[in-house]
């Protein structure tokens, strides 16, 4: 059943992005800043641990889980090192993520061959 809703959730947040996408003029980086300030949204309003523990890699997987990251980051560290961990708190928690996601980048761009685009 954890899979079920984990695949209905993910796949509800894919449906609002195609939506946005499809009917409105929104540009793709300005979708991806939307879930993610929504996951920070969701994260300052208590609704977004609950959201997780119900849907699983559905909640935690796409935007808004690297939004609520941020958020929870950002808390951890302004509790630890005060006002300095708002400005630090968000890039050392999200900072596995980001060079796991570069890393892998890169190493598509190194061992694939580019298309031509003519």
Not at 22 to 31: H, K, S, W
Not at 67 to 76: N, S
Request: proline share 3%; net charge negative.
């Amino acid at each position: 059943m954890q899979y079920l809703w984990a695949f209905l959730v993910g796949g509800a947040l894919c449906v609002i992005g195609q939506i946005l996408i499809d009917l409105t003029n929104m540009t793709p980086a300005r979708i991806l800043v939307t879930f993610v300030v929504a996951g920070v949204v969701l994260s300052a309003l208590g609704w977004y641990d609950p959201l997780a523990e119900f849907a699983g890699a559905g909640a935690t997987v796409p935007l808004l889980g690297f939004g609520h990251l941020l958020a929870q980051g950002v808390l951890d560290a302004v509790e630890q090192s005060g006002l300095i961990g708002a400005l630090t708190g968000g890039f050392s928690a999200a900072a596995a993520g980001v060079t796991v996601s570069l890393t892998c980048g890169f190493l598509a761009a190194v061992f694939t061959r580019g298309k031509d685009p003519s």
